[in-house]
């Protein structure tokens, strides 16, 4: 087979790429790139060539070793280089050389002048020459049946007898052989056998020849066969060589391609954990978008709900509708109807405007008419006071208070009222006082009923008749009703004085400023919105009036000013009357705007007389309080008035043997004082009515502190109001005869005429 191979045939070793492990790589370039079966054919096609050679060439091999078996004999040695420098050195099977004839042993035994070699020297020689593959296979053995081995051990023999005849070999036992005549002969007849030889060996070489020439044409058409081989083994070496590129540039683009694929893998995943990430996300908004729908279904349905009960209440109003229009057409009828009477009412209209307008006339005058009937009812006003007389008394008998009933209940003895029976018991705490005066309300009559020492009952009647008595039930209304009148005569430029007389808890305070509500309020707030209200009307007839307040107290006769801010019997006072009006120094006169402000007075006034009393106890029982209100009016004709109005609450009015103070300094102080004030108010009261038209008849006002206060109040150009308050205790049954008694003394004085103080402008 070597022969075959050319030189480079270590193709399939030499070159190959790195990748490829299974077979070795060529280093010619790889035209295209196959796929690894088309690889796998090449290389399966080149085995199988290489095989067909192989066995083309074992068969060849075989059928020349059979040759050469029978050639043996006569040129083993000869045939074998012929064979063996086939193809050059390059592999490429270049031309074969033609074979020479061999030369004869005998010739090359003189050529080389050595000595034949034994056949099995030859034969050994000849081995190697032959090419054996190195399977280690012993080499075919002569056949001993062939004709050519036969004649091959002749030569052998021959040569050596020409070694022998040339007498130049030495001895085969060493030593030198001598001719003889037999050997002549013998050599005649090697001569001939020689001659017949070398016919025979001309004859086979003859035949040599042929066989060379037929191996000649065999060996070239292998040659050419092994040529196409090479060619198609070249191409496909290449091929594989290509395809083995391809396969590499595949791989390459393969590993290029798994990085990318994995760069893809992970960019997928990123993508897909994204995607997850959106996925949730819109998960999440489904879900929000789910229960927005929710929502938004049940909103549509109450709309859907809202919508059926809207349509019924379309229906419900297309059918108001309908009839509506029915009405509306009824009434449009109406409607024209009323217009022609509206026509003539608008005739009517005109007529009434001219009929309104000669009213208006008429009522002008009639407001002229009035005026001059207020100026007549002032005069007939003050004309019916100066009747009535210009001191005046009323009697005010409070209710009995549900304390005092308690109390009454616990000093009940046995055989006294039962305590079911709470009527009876008021009855029984009650001092008997009677009304019979059903008409006028002038008079009041207390009796009483004794034990004489007789055991007979003697009962007891007192009477007493004012110009008003007010009973229990009588409100503050209906006082200040019978007040009005009165407090109205300081708006027409008079002085007056109202002052509540009484025994302490007789209810004087009550009457006088009351309660906090619209419904108690007592005769200074009350006579305060009246001055107000009747300053506004006169407003109307031209008439400005300025208010101011004064609110002041005399405890122990010293005065205290209960709208100041300095303390409680520490500032000294004086009393001035000037040109018939009184003033008194350092105490606020406070202008007053509305009655709204002056309750706030009232309340202001109130709570520095409580404080004052935490010093000294029952303060506001023990001393006086007077309120002034100083009206100035002035009307468009230049006309001007000047009044006032005095709302006093007395000190209480208890004898000093049932005030039980006798034993208490402080107390017998103050009832001193009270009873010192209160008999200058009877004697004053007693003079001015002693004094009638005497002008020098001496009035005592500077006796107290609190006539002088009131001296232009308790003169006769006044008009005084004093409120007996009469407690309905029969255990102040007493109290109240003595309260009675210095009543009805003052309402039998007769002041004289009051004066008013008005001015007329010159
Ligand atoms: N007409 C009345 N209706 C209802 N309650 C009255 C009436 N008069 C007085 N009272 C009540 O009787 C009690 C005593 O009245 P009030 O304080 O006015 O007597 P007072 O004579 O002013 O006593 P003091 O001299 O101690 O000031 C108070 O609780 C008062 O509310």
């Avoid at 509708?321 to 029915?326: E, F, G, M, N, P």
């Avoid at 006294?416 to 002038?442: I, T």
Wanted: hydrophobic share 30%; charged share 25%.
């Amino acid at each position: 087979m070597s022969r075959f191979v050319p030189s480079n045939a270590t193709f399939t070793t030499s070159g190959l790429p790195k990748l490829t492990t299974s077979t070795s790589t060529s280093s010619l370039p790889v035209p295209k790139l196959l796929p690894h079966k088309s690889i796998n054919n090449v290389a399966t096609r080149q085995r199988t060539a290489m095989a067909n050679l192989n066995t083309n060439t074992l068969k060849r091999k075989n059928r020349d070793e059979d040759d050469d078996e029978a050639k043996e004999a006569m040129d083993q040695p000869r045939k074998l280089p012929a064979i063996s420098g086939g193809p050059g050195k390059n592999g490429t099977g270049g031309p074969v050389r033609p074979v020479r004839p061999m030369r004869t042993a005998s010739a090359t035994t003189a050529a080389t002048g050595t000595s034949m070699p034994r056949n099995r020297q030859a034969s050994g020689s000849t081995a190697p020459m032959r090419g054996k593959p190195p399977t280690g296979r012993p080499p075919p053995r002569t056949r001993a049946t062939s004709a050519p081995a036969k004649s091959a051990v002749q030569p052998r023999n021959a040569a050596t007898s020409t070694t022998a005849a040339r007498g130049r070999a030495p001895s085969a036992r060493g030593g030198p052989v001598r001719p003889g005549p037999v050997t002549r002969a013998s050599a005649a007849v090697n001569n001939q056998q020689f001659n017949t030889l070398q016919n025979k060996v001309s004859a086979i070489e003859t035949a040599r020849a042929a066989d060379a020439a037929r191996v000649a044409a065999e060996m070239e058409a292998e040659r050419a066969k092994m040529a196409e081989l090479q060619a198609n083994h070249l191409t496909l070496s290449q091929e594989l060589a290509e395809a083995r590129n391809q396969e590499v540039t595949q791989r390459r683009e393969l590993v290029n391609a798994s990085g990318q694929i994995e760069d893809m893998k992970r960019r997928h995943a990123r993508e897909i954990d994204e995607l997850d990430e959106s996925l949730r996300k819109k998960e999440r908004e489904l879900r929000e978008t789910k229960e927005e729908l929710r929502c938004t279904q049940e909103d549509l349905e109450r709309e859907r709900e809202a919508v059926t009960s809207l349509k019924a209440t379309v229906a419900h109003q297309s059918t108001a509708h309908i009839t509506l229009s029915a009405q509306n057409s009824a009434l449009e009828a109406q409607l024209s109807a009323l217009k022609s009477t509206l026509d003539c009412r608008a005739q009517d209209a005109a007529e009434l405007r001219l009929q309104l307008e000669n009213a208006r006339k008429m009522v002008e005058e009639l407001e002229e008419e009035v005026r001059d009937a207020e100026m007549t009812r002032r005069r007939l006003h003050n004309t019916i006071q100066e009747l009535k007389g210009n001191i005046r008394v009323f009697c005010r008998v409070r209710p009995i208070l549900p304390s005092e009933i308690q109390s009454s209940l616990s000093r009940s003895t046995i055989g006294g009222p039962s305590s079911d029976d709470p009527e009876a018991l008021k009855a029984a705490c009650m001092a008997r006082m009677e009304y019979p005066d059903r008409k006028d309300h002038k008079e009041i009559v207390l009796s009483s009923s004794t034990e004489s020492a007789t055991g007979q009952e003697r009962k007891e009647t007192w009477n007493f008749s004012f110009d008003r008595v007010f009973e229990p039930h009588c409100s503050q209304s209906e006082v200040f009703e019978e007040i009005s009148q009165l407090a109205q005569s300081c708006t027409d430029g008079y002085n007056v004085c109202i002052f509540a007389y009484g025994q302490t808890g007789s209810g004087k305070s009550y009457t006088m400023e009351g309660g906090s509500d619209e419904e108690t309020a007592g005769m200074i707030p009350r006579a305060v919105e009246q001055v107000f209200r009747v300053t506004e009307q006169l407003k109307s007839k031209g008439w400005d009036y300025k208010m101011d307040g004064q609110f002041l107290e005399i405890y122990n006769e010293t005065i205290n000013d209960l709208l100041g801010k300095g303390e409680f019997d520490k500032k000294k006072h004086e009393i001035k009357h000037e040109k018939g009006s009184t003033r008194v120094t350092d105490a606020v006169v406070a202008p007053l705007k509305s009655p709204s402000q002056v309750r706030a007075l009232l309340q202001m006034a109130q709570s520095r007389r409580t404080v004052a009393a935490t010093l000294m106890n029952e303060r506001s029982s023990r001393s006086h309080s007077v309120f002034t209100l100083r009206i100035s009016g002035s009307n468009d004709s230049g006309e001007t008035c000047e009044g006032s109005l005095n709302l006093v609450d007395l000190a209480g009015s208890e004898r000093l043997n049932s005030s039980g103070a006798a034993n208490d300094k402080d107390r017998l102080k103050e009832t001193q004082n009270i009873n010192k004030s209160l008999s200058a108010l009877a004697d004053v009261i007693a003079a001015l009515g002693e004094k009638g038209d005497k002008a020098d008849k001496h009035i005592p006002y500077r006796n107290s502190k609190l006539t002088y206060l009131l001296q232009n109040s308790l003169s006769g150009n006044s008009k005084t109001l004093m409120v007996l308050n009469l407690s309905p205790l029969a255990a102040h049954m007493g109290e109240s005869l003595c309260s009675l008694r210095f009543a009805t003394k003052v309402n039998n004085t007769t002041l004289g005429t009051a004066k008013r103080q008005a001015r007329v402008a010159s």
